[in-house]
């Protein structure tokens, strides 16, 4: 018996889940059956942790995350950046188990998984993860360092099979921005220094991933972070206060669009703004996901970008990561509240929160008469014609044992392998007499005295001693200095100085003292080199790249075929006097863009 009170819901049009429908019809028919509240869910795109095992989570303190039930089903939403990893197996068994709790709400409205690039040796979680499972490749500066455009997007198709075969359809990635402040901590997923090198391969780049059109076989590229980061003031980065501030005092503020127009070409799906504010230019003062400006201005209506706009992520609620607090990044606007912080968002432009997870609030606005529900699903249509496009509606699963026998595959990882070598780049090879050869490459079988490889792959290569005074040759491998910060979150990035300490530099003395020494320096930004060069015989640059990689080229297995993607400035007074905007503006580098040499000519 039913009360006569009680309204029976009207059955679904469910034609939405017709694939022989048209995308924009299947949009249509969706969107009008659904919820506000439904529709807030589609807004926010933050992060979220594998259970053990490839389970669903319960939460995660540590980064303030609630359950996936949460989520999924209490808050409606729908986007979310995988925060963690595991196994081919547990990912793809994970991605299912995700996608059945979507398909359980209402209306089944699919999860769109991204990752932060995930195909390196960088281990931060606000910028890239670890390969884990997948197969190893070069940090993007050491794709640039190849100059290969086809090497370039042959990575981005090995990358998005992978991606695909666990159930990641969007990479928050690539990341066109210009490396002019030699002193920025974000340098690393660059493509470096070169505005037209930069477009080239960042073109080729989203070819790879998305193909020659977003469909069911891409992986959706969120190209970053518009309208260029890089001009950061002091080379600051805006993740904290102290880096809000982009600065143009070169007047090069369009140099800056060009890698993003060639993005718009290669049909990029998705754009991200950064954190910074633009300050001394005709635009607003405030945040970049905030700036109604760049984001309608600029990218609506002088570009005629109409794909989905996330910002970046937390500009909305402060949090607390690791125990330690971390402020919203809400540069320009830190007087606000959150709730106007978003509705500034929302008129700026944008169509999706990255790194919040607040529907409630945006219904509120909705509700208040703040924000029309027009202007939601004008928003909504985007974010959903995506989801149709790439095909989530129509396979929402993955094939696990397929998955398995996919990601880091022998090939996948062969290529990898081939491409770290390709990347590496030699800077100095001295002679050791006066007309002699070069140091490099070196004869196999050397006594070997090594810091910084593991001794048990240097043994491949020669015979490993334990003191310096017994070595053929003495190889070291370190990294680009930085300054440590007060915070877990600012170590994360690393800034500041680019002067090696006295203490390394004396050490590298003495080890030249007993042999000749070869140092190999990972290069996540453009270290002051030349005083490490004066110590030693040679000099080589990785972008990472494993030991076996190295001790290749080292060795002859292959050539050092890289070429500097930064100039290498000779002193820190030439960085602070260069103009955080315009590239190759530190006088007189030690090695300018575009150098490395080659053993077949050392020029």
């Known amino acids: 018996m039913t009360d006569e009170n009680t ?56 980064w303030d995350i609630p359950s996936t039930h949460e989520y999924v089903v209490g808050r409606a939403m729908n986007h979310f950046n995988l925060l963690t990893g595991g196994t081919a197996e547990e990912m ?16 089944g409205i699919p999860v769109t998984v991204s990752s932060d690039p995930r195909h390196s040796y960088s281990d931060n979680p606000l910028a890239g993860l670890l390969a884990g499972a997948f197969s190893v ?92 980061a890089g001009p950061q003031k002091d080379g600051e980065d805006p993740h904290f ?32 703004p950064y954190y910074g504010m633009p300050v001394g230019t005709d635009l607003e ?53 959150p709730r106007q912080r978003m509705l500034k968002v929302i008129e700026a432009g944008a169509d999706q929160f990255g790194g919040e997870a607040d529907p409630a609030m945006l219904v509120d606005l909705v509700r208040a008469g703040d924000i029309s529900e027009t202007r939601i699903d004008e928003s909504a249509r985007r974010l959903l014609r995506e989801k149709f496009t790439l095909g989530l509606f129509d396979t929402r699963y993955v094939d696990v044992d397929a998955a398995v026998q996919l990601v880091g595959s022998a090939a996948f990882v062969a290529a990898g392998q081939a491409a770290q070598r390709a990347s590496l780049t030699l800077l100095e090879n001295t002679s050791l007499t006066e007309g002699g050869a070069p140091l490099l490459p070196l004869a196999r079988g050397s006594r070997l005295y090594v810091e910084g490889i593991a001794p048990e792959v240097a043994a491949m290569y020669g015979t490993v001693v334990d003191d310096p005074a017994q070595a053929d040759v003495i190889i070291v491998r370190t990294h680009a200095p930085f300054e440590t910060r007060a915070t877990v979150f600012e ?3 690393h800034a500041g100085s680019l002067d090696f300490s006295p203490e390394v530099l004396q050490h590298l003395a003495d ?90 000519s050392q020029a």
């Not at 939405?16 to 299947?26: I, S």
């Not at 994970?94 to 709790?101: S, T």
């Not at 143009?248 to 049909?267: I, R």
Request: contains cysteine; charged residues 20%.
């Open 7 to 62: 309204v029976t819901p009207a059955p679904l049009d469910t034609r939405y889940l017709d694939p022989a429908v048209p995308v924009d019809e299947r949009v249509e028919i969706l969107l009008g059956q659904m919820t506000l509240e439904e529709k807030a869910g589609l807004f926010f795109h933050t992060m979220i942790s594998m259970g053990e095992e490839g389970q669903l989570s319960g939460g995660d303190a540590d």
């Open 92 to 107: 793809a068994r994970w991605h299912n188990r995700l996608q059945a709790l979507a398909a359980s709400t209402r209306l």
């Open 137 to 228: 490749w070069p940090e993007t500066l050491g794709l640039a360092a190849t100059r290969d455009a086809s090497l370039v997007e042959e990575f981005g198709n090995v990358a998005r099979q992978e991606y695909s075969a666990v159930g990641i359809r969007l990479a928050l990635h690539p990341q066109v921005d210009l490396a002019t402040e030699p002193r920025w901590a974000r340098q690393l997923d660059t493509f470096g220094e070169d505005a037209e090198v930069t477009a080239t391969l960042g073109a080729a780049y989203i070819r790879g991933f998305q193909g020659p059109a977003l469909g069911p076989g891409s992986v959706s590229t969120m190209t970053k972070h518009f309208p260029g």
């Open 241 to 272: 206060a102290y880096g809000r501030e982009q600065v143009y005092p070169g007047g090069q503020f369009d140099l800056h669009l060009v890698p993003f127009e060639a993005a718009f070409e290669a049909g990029t799906s998705q754009i991200m």
């Open 285 to 337: 003062e405030v945040g970049f996901g905030f700036n109604r400006s760049v984001i309608t201005g600029l990218l609506r209506e002088k570009y005629g970008f109409d794909g989905i706009v996330c910002t970046d992520w937390g500009l909305i609620n402060d949090s607390e990561v690791e125990g330690e607090p971390f402020p919203a990044r809400a540069w320009g606007v830190e007087d606000l509240s």
């Open 491 to 493: 170590n994360y990035f």
């Open 511 to 600: 080890l030249a003292e007993h042999a000749p020494v070869v140092v190999d320096v990972f290069l996540d930004r453009p270290a002051i080199l030349g005083p490490v060069a004066d110590r030693v015989s040679a000099v080589i640059a990785n972008y990472g790249a494993n030991d076996s990689a190295l001790l290749d080229v080292l060795t002859g297995v292959d050539e050092p075929r890289g070429a500097l993607p930064f100039d290498i400035p000779a002193s820190m007074e030439a960085v602070r006097n260069s103009r955080p905007d315009v590239p190759f503006d530190t006088d007189s580098p030690r090695y300018k863009f575009g150098h490395g040499l080659r053993y077949t």
